[in-house]
């Protein structure tokens, strides 16, 4: 999906080559997340009084969906720092290629005016991708997001892909089912036949490699406490059936696992940009108890991860942590923990790692070089809200770290690996970031990684 809309962005500053003279093409350095101001000159951490709030480019999204954004309401003081947090929180929604606060003094009333330009909320597009961050597993298909379906910010999602472990998929998102009691409702389907990843798992079949035909049905429920915690429980029905049945890839005797799981989340967010955050804390808890009544499988997942974001002056500081723990009587491959599939460490970022639990952490220090270009594109019969682009580049240093164990392992077995480096990373926001790093591990062994990954 991503290299489409890459390749569609070259193609459009290729015909600004050629068309220099004619201005169909603007790009224009522009802090678009930072407060303007038409009133009295007041500091940063001075209070405002804001008596009105109007809300303008909202042609589809509804103003609720924005107001419930804001962590003040009208005839409320805010402050300026407030004010530019809540403006990045709104672009946060991904419904919106710019926001922009403007502060507007109007006979005796400060009139905060919230400007928006509304994202193209429909991509029936074909798609090139890789899965699990490997060049090599290429994956194609089309992919349909009809985003902000009726303006309350829901999501209908489906398409399919083929090459490397094709699938069908369809989901649909709502964030507000119920406005009262702020009630969310998530319904997920998946098919999938794809290739097994655990590494003992093939160990017992001369390192012959085998696929899972995989079926999961999700039902989800969840209420957002407020601008910043949300819980949500889930049910699910899985199946899985191995092509080559050995002990441990299902629990089943059979080949065939079938079972419904539960889930329960906690996730607090108080970052101020998802994509791309200068301040704040994520936390997301997770407990999966897979296999319920008389159901052979029976194992649990313990998920907890957290990310703090600061920044001082200039550098901005990431730390995160991710642990997986995994526990139960009988644990099937297919429940493993792994790094060098989703999870990557730097400086090994190519080698696979398969335990029953890790725990994972990383420090990032980046030095933004270019902060939010907005990329403006002019061409007949396109939409102007295909064509509005958020653009950032950053330099930044890293150090990773991983602890990977398996259930009853001894101190002496444990596994610890780290890599450190520095890279760049050129984000299209709120796509996708291409980054390139330079990275070794703690013997110095080097290596260069080209990556899709969003840094944080």
């Known amino acids: 999906m991503f290299w489409l809309r890459l390749v569609f962005i070259f193609f459009l500053v290729v015909i600004n080559i050629s068309l220099a003279q004619s201005n169909d093409i603007a790009l224009v350095k522009e802090d678009s997340l930072s407060v303007k101001s038409n009133s009295d000159n007041s500091t940063h951490d001075e ?21 419930r954004e804001l962590t003040f309401s009208e005839n409320s003081f805010v402050s300026y720092n407030d004010l530019k947090f809540n403006e990045t929180r709104v ?19 400060n009139i905060l005016f919230i400007l928006v330009q509304e994202s193209w909320y429909i991509w029936p597009i074909p798609f090139i991708d890789i899965a699990d961050r ?7 298909g089309l992919h349909l997001n009809i985003q902000n ?31 009262k009691h702020n009630l969310l409702l998530q319904i997920q389907t998946l098919i999938q036949k794809r290739t097994n990843r655990s590494l003992e798992a093939i160990k017992v079949s001369n390192n012959q490699n085998y ?15 407020n601008q910043f915690n949300t819980v949500t429980g889930s049910i699910s029905y899985e199946y899985l059936k191995v092509t080559d049945y050995f ?22 967010d108080t970052r101020d940009f998802t994509a791309y955050p200068k301040k704040g804390t994520n936390l997301n808890f997770a407990y999966r108890k897979a296999g319920l009544g008389d159901s052979e499988v029976d194992f649990n997942i313990f998920a907890f991860e957290v990310k703090k974001i600061y920044q001082v002056v200039y550098p901005i500081f990431y730390f995160r942590n991710y642990s997986r723990i995994l526990s139960g009587p009988i644990l099937p491959y297919y429940s493993n923990s792994f790094l060098g599939y989703g999870e990557r460490l730097r400086g090994y ?3 696979i790692y398969e335990t029953n639990s890790m725990v994972f952490n990383t420090v990032e220090i980046r030095f933004p070089l270019i902060e939010k ?6 061409v007949p019969l396109i939409p102007e809200e295909l064509l509005r682009y958020t653009l950032s580049l950053d330099i930044h240093t890293f150090y990773d770290n991983a602890l990977m164990f398996n259930k009853n392992d001894k101190l002496s077995k444990k596994k610890f690996i780290n890599g450190f480096g520095f890279g760049f990373s050129f984000l299209v926001l709120p796509y996708r970031s291409i980054n390139l790093e330079f990275a070794w591990n703690e013997k110095l062994k080097s290596e260069i990684i080209l990556d899709l990954n969003f840094p944080f």
Do not use: A, C, H, M
Not at 91 to 109: A, P, R
Not at 151 to 178: V, W
Not at 211 to 224: A, H, P, S, T, V
Not at 373 to 378: A, C, I, R, S, V
């Open 91 to 109: 672009f946060s929604l991904g419904l919106f290629s710019d926001v922009k606060f403007i502060l507007n003094k109007e006979e005796d009333k």
């Open 211 to 225: 696929n899972e035909n995989y079926f999961l049905l999700d039902f989800l429920i969840g209420k957002r406490i």
């Open 349 to 351: 970022f190519k080698k």
């Open 47 to 67: 209070k405002i009084f804001i008596n009105e709030i109007r809300i303008i480019g909202n042609n589809k999204t509804k103003p609720e969906i924005i107001l």
């Open 149 to 179: 379906l009726t303006g309350r910010n829901e999501n209908l999602i489906t398409g399919f892909s083929l090459g490397y472990d094709p699938k069908f998929y369809l989901r649909y998102y709502n964030p507000i089912i119920n406005q």
């Open 247 to 268: 002990p441990l890839r299902t629990v089943s005797s059979t080949g065939i696992d079938k079972f419904f799981s539960v889930q329960l989340s906690y996730s607090l």
């Open 373 to 378: 270009y907005f990329l403006q594109l002019q």
């Open 134 to 140: 490997d060049w090599k597993k290429l994956t194609y």
